[in-house]
Nanobody, 123 residues
């Protein structure tokens, strides 16, 4: 059974940092991504990482502030979020793809999703 279990969300103030974790189990993946969804908005791409080679991709609105990484031994992905802003408030989801389909920012290209973790940034 494939599972993605997220952790690390919470309530922080503007400028603070958080690190999200996504523990994967059940099978190997080619790519892991993070998406977020704020109330009343569509789910949007945040970052992704190729499991082999560590190639990373970022949305422009998080580039330079967020860092995605993975630990192969633990089969866990991470999203380090620095200099958080109120606009970063959302439910953050990790997602995993069994094969790389080329469009890392498209939710439909991911096969499995975590349950989501709330990140709230107060001003």
């Amino acid at each position: 059974q494939v599972q993605l279990v997220e952790s690390g969300g919470g309530l922080v103030q503007t400028g603070d940092s958080l690190r999200l974790s996504c523990a994967a189990s059940g099978r190997a993946f080619s790519m892991m991504g993070w998406f977020r969804q704020a109330p009343g908005k569509n789910r949007e791409f945040v970052a992704s990482i190729r499991w082999s080679g560590s190639i990373t991709y970022y949305a422009d609105y998080v580039k330079g502030r967020f860092t995605i990484s993975r630990d192969n031994a633990k089969n866990t992905g991470y999203l380090q979020m620095n200099t958080l802003k109120p606009d970063d408030t959302a439910v953050y989801y990790c997602a995993a793809a069994t094969i790389y389909r080329g469009s890392y920012g498209v939710p439909q290209n991911y096969d499995y999703w975590g349950q989501g973790t709330q990140v709230t940034v107060s001003s």
